[in-house]
């Protein structure tokens, strides 16, 4: 295999946890594989002469202190890469809309992006599970605060609420109808009926874990199982979430054979789903991470398989 110009598009890594990143190990073993690795924040993105490019440094990473070492910056033309990794974590704001199609416009016979800027852009992460309902919990989108009661009391007087943008369990709350401060929350999320927010039937197996399903090609490729405090709803590792070892079971195969094609449609390579009692609750694409859990609780290397799918993705030349 030739050595790849991969350039990396992903949030400052002077920040990043090298225990847990997973945009850091994936680089890491590119490395070890001989491939070339530049480093790029999505402000480095840019257009000129109507074409693509980017302001990028040649970097070196490393499991130490420092964890990372940059080389000169260089402006060149998006082009010039192999691969380049979108690597760039939630929310999906308007800087990031703008970044894909800036993406977008790179030719694809010179230079592959994981994932597709189109599929960024049209797999937004608390709305494309829409699409399959079902295998997805009973769902709402709305700003009206009186349909998200009218929901929650056809489900049994609960219901998760998520803001669109959201990620990482910011601003998911669990609401139920005999909480006294269930007008005042919704106002509060809705910004008084004026932001459309996502209801989702509340899922009692919550306590049991929100697993997490690596998939790659359309193939699960790794499970970790996101267990939430006593005292939260919410089972993200951001949020106060404890690990365990995930199991793929015959159930979450059922869900990737029929999310395969859709996905590889899109240019979603590397997903990851949330599910809960058998039901997406998710679909991860912008950054999907736990990658390094993963390997902790299976001692895998996950991101040798990730590796091997961008050197297939790489445009021959």
């Not at 850091?24 to 402000?43: K, S």
Request: glycine fraction near 8%; hydrophobic fraction near 40%; include cysteine.
């Amino acid at each position: 295999m030739r050595a790849l110009k991969i350039g990396v598009v992903m949030d400052p890594i002077q920040n990043i946890d090298i225990n847990k990143d997973t945009t850091f190990v994936i680089m890491l073993e590119a490395q070890r594989r001989g491939h070339e690795l530049y480093y790029m924040e999505i402000q480095d993105l840019f257009i000129g002469d109507a074409q693509p490019g980017g302001t990028s440094r040649p970097v070196r990473v490393a499991r130490g202190r420092p964890h990372f070492e940059l080389g000169s910056l260089e402006s060149r033309a998006l082009a010039w890469f192999d691969v380049i990794l979108m690597r760039k974590d939630p929310p999906f704001d308007l800087e990031f809309f703008f970044a894909t199609h800036l993406l977008s416009l790179i030719d694809p016979k010179q230079c592959a992006v994981i994932n597709d800027p189109h599929g960024l852009r049209e797999a937004t992460e608390k709305l494309y599970a829409l699409n399959f309902p079902a295998i997805i919990p009973a769902s709402i989108v709305t700003s009206s605060i009186g349909r998200l009661k009218d929901f929650m009391d056809e489900h049994g007087g609960e219901m998760i609420l998520k803001p669109l943008e959201g990620a990482g369990g910011r601003g998911v709350v669990y609401l139920n109808r005999k909480d006294r401060n269930l007008n005042a929350l919704l106002e509060l999320v809705t910004m008084e009926g004026k932001v459309a927010v996502m209801g989702q039937r509340y899922l009692p197996e919550i306590r049991v874990g929100d697993k997490r399903v690596l998939v790659l090609n359309g193939e699960p490729i790794g499970a970790l199982l996101r267990v939430p405090r006593e005292d939260d709803n919410r089972a993200n590792i951001h949020a106060g979430g404890s690990s365990a070892r995930g199991e793929i079971t015959a159930r979450d195969r059922e869900i990737c054979v029929l999310l395969a094609e859709p996905f590889r449609k899109l240019g979603l390579y590397f997903v990851g789903l949330d599910i809960i009692g058998g039901l997406v609750t998710e679909v991860n694409v912008t950054s999907p991470t736990c990658v390094q859990e993963i390997n902790a609780f299976d001692k895998v290397q996950l991101e040798a398989k990730i590796v091997d799918f961008i050197e297939q993705k790489a445009p021959k030349s």
